[in-house]
C-alpha cells in the first residue's frame, strides 16, 4: 500500500505566493508520472500541472507562467510552487502519482487526502 502525504495549503492574499509539498510511502520502487489536480467548490476536479518520470512537464492553461511543478525521486516527493495567486485559485489541491511497486511493468494510481488552498482578501 502507498499513501500520499499533502501540505502547504493555507489563506493567501491576492498575488501571494504558496509552496505545496505532497511525499509518498510504502511500497514504491518508482513513480511514473505526479500530477497536481484541484478541486473548487462546486465544480469539477481539474488538472492543475503534470511532471513525468523524465520531468517533462505540462499546466493547465490558467496557471502556465504563475504555477512551477518539480519532483524529488530520492523523497518520492513532488512540488507545487504557486505565484501570482488569483482567487479564482482557491480550490482543494489533490496530488496524484502513478506508482509502481515492484520490477513488473503494473502501475497503481494513488490519491492524496488533499490540502484546502484559498485566496483573499
Known amino acids: 500500500q502507498v499513501q500520499l502525504v499533502e501540505s502547504g495549503g493555507a489563506l493567501v492574499q491576492p498575488g501571494g505566493s504558496l509552496r505545496l509539498s505532497c511525499a509518498a510511502s510504502g511500497s514504491i520502487f518508482t513513480i511514473n508520472a505526479m500530477v497536481w489536480y484541484r478541486q473548487a467548490a462546486g465544480k469539477e476536479r481539474e488538472l492543475v500541472a503534470r511532471i513525468t518520470s523524465d520531468s517533462l512537464t505540462n499546466y493547465a492553461d490558467s496557471v502556465k507562467g504563475r504555477f512551477s511543478i518539480s519532483r524529488d525521486n530520492a523523497k518520492n516527493t513532488v512540488h507545487l510552487q504557486m505565484d501570482k495567486l488569483q482567487p479564482e485559485d482557491t480550490a482543494v489541491y489533490y496530488c496524484?502519482?502513478?506508482?509502481?511497486?515492484?520490477?513488473?511493468?503494473?502501475?497503481?494510481?494513488?490519491w492524496g487526502q488533499g490540502t484546502q488552498v484559498t485566496v483573499s482578501s
Open positions: 496524484y502519482m502513478e506508482v509502481r511497486p515492484g520490477w513488473g511493468p503494473a502501475t497503481y494510481g494513488y
